[in-house]
């Protein structure tokens, strides 16, 4: 099933019915975090329904703070489970600064910051071109200059290795500023244009 199909209010509904509570908040970034945890969650083998996923999320990976009812995955633990606060913020507002270095101060203290819930790693996404040109006489005759799938870096390279070498000092400078910042540009008798793959 698609993340597309937990939508924030359907996990906030799930959130207040789990911590029987209303006015619960939540950062749009973790509900990406969490409704993909119960994707994989609802694609077990045991696992009878979407609510009973969410449930079993919320149990090991999710907390709500004690002072402004924001979802966490990450935050502070105090003395194991009696609190949760989301930020320094929420923390200072029922603790004092000395009181929290005093109890933290030693390795084994039940307060401490911590997460429920690893953030995954962000996606990279290589965006693919290609480079077309034509040779100034019909401004709708473009022929690819390579069949190849480049990156924007590579597309740059595949133009400056077209252009003739006694053009090159005198214009590939200033236009290439220009192609780099419209995808396209006049270099001699050529007209280059950096295309992005499927558009």
Not at 91 to 105: D, Q
Not at 130 to 141: E, L, R
Not at 181 to 198: D, S
Request: proline share 2%.
């Amino acid at each position: 099933m698609s993340t597309n199909t937990f939508t924030k209010e359907w996990l906030l509904e799930q959130l207040e019915k789990w911590f029987e509570t209303s006015g619960i908040k939540i950062k749009d970034e973790d509900v990406i975090e969490i409704t993909k945890e119960i994707e994989e969650e609802s694609n077990g083998p045991l696992v009878k329904s979407l609510e009973e996923a969410a449930n079993n999320v919320f149990d090991s990976n999710v907390r709500l703070c004690g002072e402004c009812k924001t979802i966490m995955i990450e935050g502070y633990l105090i003395h194991d489970g009696d609190a949760y606060y989301c930020s320094d913020e929420c923390l200072y507002k029922n603790w004092t600064i000395k009181e929290w270095e005093e109890v933290t101060k030693d390795d084994d203290s039940s307060c401490y910051w911590t997460e429920w819930l690893e953030r995954r790693p962000e996606e990279t996404v290589i965006e693919k071109y290609f480079v077309v040109y034509n040779s100034m006489d019909n401004a709708h005759d473009f022929g690819l200059l390579t069949q190849k799938e480049l990156t924007f870096e590579e597309a740059l390279q595949e133009i400056k290795d077209d252009i003739p070498k006694e053009l090159f000092d005198s214009v590939i400078k200033e236009e290439l500023e220009h192609l780099n910042e419209n995808l396209e540009a006049e270099i001699g008798h050529r007209f280059y244009r950096i295309v992005l793959k499927n558009t």
